[in-house]
């Protein structure tokens, strides 16, 4: 059998992954999907954990996690279009209103 | 042994894919690739006797979300990135906030690793607890989902609603409100 660590080990590396993401790229869409690899990383660790221990209750809060994932890319993604069709640009630096 | 051979095989799938995923300039690809790596990511909830959230995984992350995000990367047609001008000029270049944040980075994996270090039955096998025929039935999934989490359950479902009222707000024309 795999031990728990291989697991929280390749969730650590996704969730690194998701973080280098958001922070490197400069794409509205690309930082989006950096998101969904974090939210993906922390899921894994909570089925492993949830296996490790014998019970159901990772799994669910995964489910939760999902729909929070469902809703978050609805509403990240609408914000994305709206912004898009103000200024012509997916690049988060030129979205500079609100900067004092 | 097999399954250990697959484990290594699909989370390799799972990382590749991820770093694949951050080094497209085309979100298009970036798509693709994460739905490759949601694919692998399924394949390991299967491991870990979780077959439920495994095909919740391929049909709602990769079947809804990531088809929602594949219709506006289309709908918006601004497929490359254009950082080139920004790239130069921007903050995050300066010298001293680059090696601030490179210590940040430093300090993240640090903690990581510590964090790895002290959970104490790291070195467990997974399947070592529990009942797989419990832990793998949808029977029993939705027993727990329905009576101990049943709040938050339905929290969730207004949480849906709102999200649903927010992205048709944002998304409408202006003239149409």
């Known amino acids: 059998m795999i031990p728990l660590g291989h697991y929280l080990v390749v969730s650590a590396v996704l969730f690194a992954i998701g973080t280098a993401g958001v922070f490197l790229r400069r794409n509205l869409i690309t930082i989006l999907l950096s998101i969904e690899i974090m939210l993906n990383a922390v899921n894994l660790s909570f089925v492993a954990f949830g296996r490790a221990q014998g019970t159901v209750d990772g799994q669910i809060i995964t489910f939760f996690v999902m729909t929070v994932a469902a809703a978050e890319a609805a509403v990240g993604l609408a914000i994305v279009i709206a912004l898009f069709r103000h200024r012509e640009s997916l690049n988060p630096d030129a979205f500079t209103s609100l900067k004092w | ?177």
């Open chain 2, 1 to 177: 042994m097999p399954e250990t051979v697959l484990f290594y095989v699909f989370a390799a799938v799972a990382i590749g894919a991820s770093l694949l995923v951050i080094g497209q300039r085309n979100p298009m690809y970036s798509i693709m690739l994460l739905i490759a790596s949601f694919g692998a990511l399924s394949a390991l909830y299967i491991q870990l006797d979780a077959p439920f959230v495994a095909m919740a995984q391929i049909i709602v992350y990769a079947g809804a979300i990531m088809v929602l995000f594949l219709f506006v990367v289309m709908l918006l047609n601004a497929p490359q990135e254009d950082a080139a001008q920004w790239d130069r000029t921007h903050p995050l270049r300066r010298p001293g906030v680059a090696r601030f944040g490179a210590m940040l980075a430093a300090l993240l994996i640090v903690q990581l690793v510590w964090a790895l270090v002290r959970v104490s039955d790291v070195g467990v096998a997974v399947g070592a607890r529990g009942d797989v025929a419990e832990l793998s039935s949808v029977r029993s999934v939705g027993r727990v989902l329905f009576t101990d989490y049943v709040f938050a359950f339905e929290a969730t479902s207004i949480l849906i609603l709102v999200a649903m009222v927010g992205a048709v707000l944002l998304a409408a024309r202006e003239e149409q409100r």
